[in-house]
């Protein structure tokens, strides 16, 4: 599939979503939120200009996105002369984005949903997507961009308007990497779970077992076993390989849970080792958090 090119015409701080019913727009706009879009949801086309103007005045909003369609009874006859106006907004960098699909994918996502058709009331989701292809054709031909969602799944999808916006400042993947006790319980936000019970256990030393995993004695007794430093290197290695793929998803938050028997020694240990390996990681804020380190 041919997909456009918008790479770089997302600084636009005033993007209209629009398209089929069926074809994405939910997921689009929740990927455009991500990025620091002030978004909203079937707005009433009247209000189209007002919040166009309210984006100029700087503040709290300085870049918008809205998704308009035939939920909205006024929309197909008024949409046409309002767009045309708030392109006409000085100052406005307005963009028009219209979603597409085939016939038999929109049946197919309206079967799976089990949603019925805004226009179908009392007739086949076929008839219904006919309908609306027919009266949004002249605003398809208004638009500047046609994205066509047959073949993208929703995690495609979003990764894919994740990826139209030039602003490097959107949110980055927050990876928290998470010490616990498996005699406490298991963390139930964890994402990913490591057991480094099989690691020399400092509790049995005396002089060890009231520190802590962040002690440079303990940290010595723990790496001084060869098999340690090699679980350490292939834990980092496989994390640094996997936290790339979570970032081009569009993953917004993982928690990494490493854990020991209590959640003092080795769990700590290793949550703090690995926080420095995965700092160099792109597009990837990395935080530590023990939970069990002061727990008896």
Known sequence: MKRPNLAGKLTHPFIILTGLSGSGKSQAIRALEDLGYFCVDNLPTTLIPTLAKLTLRGGDIEKVAIVVDVREGNFLSSFPKIYRQVRKIRGLKAMLIFLDASNSTLVRRFSETRRPHPLARGRSASEGIRDERARMAAIRDMADEIVDTSDMTVHELRQFFMGLSRDRTRARLVVTILSFGFKHGVPLDADLIFDVRCLPNPHFVPALRRRTGRDR?????????????????????????????????????????????????????????????????????????????GTS
């Open 217 to 293: 004695a303990v940290v010595r007794f723990i790496e001084k076993d060869g098999s340690t430093r090699e679980f350490i290197e292939r834990l980092e290695s496989y994390l640094q390989f996997v936290l790339p793929h979570y970032i081009s998803e569009g993953k917004s938050y993982l928690t990494v849970a490493i854990g020991c028997t209590g959640g003092r020694h080795r769990s700590v240990m290793i949550a703090e080792r690995v926080r420095r390996a995965l700092s160099s990681v792109a597009g990837a804020q990395i935080r530590v958090r023990h939970r069990d380190i």
